[in-house]
């Protein structure tokens, strides 16, 4: 069954100093109406808030990824990216999508040094 918000690849490594984007693609639907956001999870630690584009456009950043990460949304407003540079290895992590109630299945980043 196709996920109604797919995150495609399962896992990626990539070493410190690297960049790597991620996407959403929603399946059925778009985001017209609907706020993004990208979440990450680390082991042992809480779920963060990335990044997020409000259904006004107005876009945010934590503290932790502003600058280095850049949330995005194509045109067609069918798929969400999250462009991350310069990346540590403290952004190991999972990586989830959230848009109109759905998650993505998530993406584990493992930085490298």
């Known amino acids: 069954q196709v996920p109604l918000l797919d995150s495609g690849r399962g896992s990626v490594s990539v070493q410190v100093g690297w960049s790597l984007k991620l996407s959403c693609a929603a399946n059925?639907?778009?985001?017209?109406?609907?706020?993004l956001y990208w979440y990450r999870q680390a082991p042992g630690k809480e779920r963060e808030l990335l990044a997020t584009?409000?259904?006004?456009?107005?876009?945010n950043y934590s503290n932790t990824v502003k600058g280095r990460f850049t949330i995005s949304q194509d045109n067609a407003k069918t798929t969400m990216y999250l462009q991350m540079n310069s990346l540590k290895t403290e952004d190991t992590a999972m990586y989830y999508c959230?848009?109109?109630?759905?998650w993505g299945q998530g993406t584990q980043v493992t930085v490298s040094s």
């Open positions: 059925g639907y778009d985001f017209s109406r609907c706020g």
């Open positions: 584009i409000r259904s006004d456009g107005t876009i």
């Open positions: 959230q848009a109109c109630g759905e």
